[in-house]
Nanobody, 125 residues
């Protein structure tokens, strides 16, 4: 089992930027596709972005495409989400997720094996 810890959330003005980090420990991190999800009160948790174990494949939700970049550094067991041009509607708790894919290099999150505890992002208008 992999254990995930997010960091980097905070309060930012609309139009600003934030970089979220997710650090993993436990099972071999490089065998996992990784992703970011977010949830606002009263809504289902929604997909934001994901990345394959190699880092060569990525997926983005339409709501963040062009404004966000997901990346990972397997040597540091860490994944990142750089978010630019932030909007009020990006306000949410952001969760890191891991999907064990073995040798399959796929960015699509099929089944989440582990979640982080979440980090709050608040965008002021």
């Amino acid at each position: 089992q992999v254990h995930l810890v997010e960091s980097g959330g905070g309060l930012v003005q609309a139009g600003g930027s934030l970089r979220l980090s997710c650090t993993a420990s436990g099972r071999a991190y490089s065998n996992y596709a990784m992703g970011w999800f977010r949830r606002t009160p009263g809504r289902e948790r929604e997909f934001v972005a994901s990345i394959s174990w190699s880092g060569h494949k990525t997926e983005y939700a339409d709501s963040v495409k062009g404004r966000s970049t997901i990346s990972r550094d397997n040597a540091k067991d860490t994944m990142y989400l750089q978010m630019n041009s932030l909007k009020y509607e990006d306000t949410a708790v952001y969760y890191c997720a891991a999907d064990y894919t073995g040798d399959r290099d796929d960015a699509v999150i099929m089944a989440v094996d582990a979640w982080g505890q979440g980090t709050q992002v608040t965008v002021s208008s």
